[in-house]
T-cell receptor
Framework: AQSVTQLDSHVSVSEGTPVLLRCNYS??????LFWYVQHPNKGLQLLLK??????LVKGINGFEAEFKKSETSFHLTKPSAHMSDAAEYFC????????????FGTGTRLQVFP | GAGVSQSPSNKVTEKGKDVELRCDPI?????LYWYRQSLGQGLEFLIY????????KSGLPSDRFSAERTGGSVSTLTIQRTQQEDSAVYLC?????????????FGPGTRLTVL
């Protein structure tokens, strides 16, 4: 069985400071992991994905995430937050070798203050 | 190119009425998904179509929910006898799996409000 836990429902940072959005997963197989972003009144957009290649994955808008199997984590980071990063972020797990279903976390709302 | 489109963007209905939500996937995408996003929740999987295979309906919350996909393209999600707890944003996604690429593309969603 697969599951994903986003440890923070809300994260607030000041513009220019680092961002850390935490995600832990559970998977019986080798997982594929994704981060999606949802801006207000916009559709979901893929930020980055891990599919058993390099463990440090770089995505769009300066975001990156590191797959740590020993910690079953896939935390999302960005060195310097921008006002436009304010959005809802979803961590997603799938065992793509066996299923096409994606399991979504409950989301983390990122607020960025000037 | 065109992305996934959904209609209507907003739907307000009265309790007990039936509603139909439409999804137009990206042309050529063989897989189509429906998800539900309730306020403050993640995305809840509802149903999945892949090519001509029987759909995976394991996420449908009750028999009031049904979906069909005609001609391997457009899909309609139908909710019969709507209840207030059906109020949510209903999202559709499509993708085509290749050896090196897999990504679901999401539509903007239909916001359903049941009064």
């Amino acid at each position: 069985a697969q599951s994903v836990t986003q440890l923070d429902s809300h994260v607030s940072v000041s513009e220019g400071t680092p961002v850390l959005l935490r995600c832990n997963y559970s998977s019986s197989y080798s997982p594929s992991l994704f981060w999606y972003v949802q801006h207000p009144n916009k559709g979901l957009q893929l930020l980055l994905k891990y599919t058993s290649a390099a463990t440090l994955v770089k995505g769009i808008n300066g975001f990156e995430a590191e797959f740590k199997k020993s910690e079953t984590s896939f935390h999302l980071t960005k060195p310097s937050a921008h006002m436009s990063d304010a959005a809802e972020y979803f961590c997603v797990v799938s065992d793509l070798d066996y299923t096409d279903k994606l399991i979504f976390g409950t989301g983390t709302r990122l607020q960025v203050f000037p | 190119g065109a992305g996934v489109s959904q209609s209507p963007s907003n739907k307000v209905t009265e309790k007990g009425k039936d509603v139909e939500l439409r999804c137009d996937p990206i042309s050529g995408h063989t897989a189509l998904y429906w998800y539900r996003q309730s306020l403050g929740q993640g995305l809840e999987f509802l149903i999945y179509f892949q090519g001509n295979s029987a759909p995976d309906k394991s996420g449908l919350p009750s028999d009031r929910f049904s979906a069909e996909r005609t001609g391997g393209s457009v899909s309609t999600l139908t909710i019969q006898r709507t209840q207030q707890e059906d109020s949510a944003v209903y999202l559709c996604a499509s993708w085509v799996r290749t050896a090196s690429y897999n990504e679901q593309f999401f539509g903007p969603g239909t916001r359903l409000t049941v009064l």
